[in-house]
Nanobody, 126 residues
Framework: QVQLMESGGGLVLAGGSLELSCAAS????????MAWFRQAPGKERRFVAA????????YYTDTVKGRFTISRDNTKKTMYLRMSRVTPEDTAGYYC???????????????????WGRGTQVTVST
């Protein structure tokens, strides 16, 4: 059973940058689409970005396009989210997810059959 662990969250000033990591262990990583979601207090979990199994296709929600970059290194079983020009609206818990089926197209809703990490908090201050 794969396990996912996020890291890299913290406090960052508006306009600054941060890189999140999601490390997989105990299962298959390289053949699954991976994604980042975020959840602010009192709000539902929302899609941020996804990367296909070989890293050649990426997908972003409109609010982060041009500011965030998703990538993966299958040799390290790790996915990344480079966050740039952050704003207070980016403040949230960030969760990585492995989709349920290999080689699948990205799913933009937080499906229960994804495998989820426990999340890492990102707080953007002004």
């Amino acid at each position: 059973q794969v396990q996912l662990m996020e890291s890299g969250g913290g406090l960052v000033l508006a306009g600054g940058s941060l890189e999140l990591s999601c490390a997989a262990s105990g299962g298959t990583f390289s053949t699954f689409t991976m994604a980042w979601f975020r959840q602010a207090p009192g709000k539902e979990r929302r899609f941020v970005a996804a990367v296909n199994w070989n890293g050649r296709e990426t997908y972003y929600t409109d609010t982060v396009k041009g500011r965030f970059t998703i990538s993966r290194d299958n040799t390290k079983k790790t996915m990344y989210l480079r966050m740039s020009r952050v704003t207070p609206e980016d403040t949230a818990g960030y969760y990585c997810a492995r989709q349920a089926r290999p080689f699948g197209s990205p799913r933009l809703r937080p499906h229960d059959d994804n495998t989820w990490g426990r999340g890492t908090q990102v707080t953007v201050s002004t």
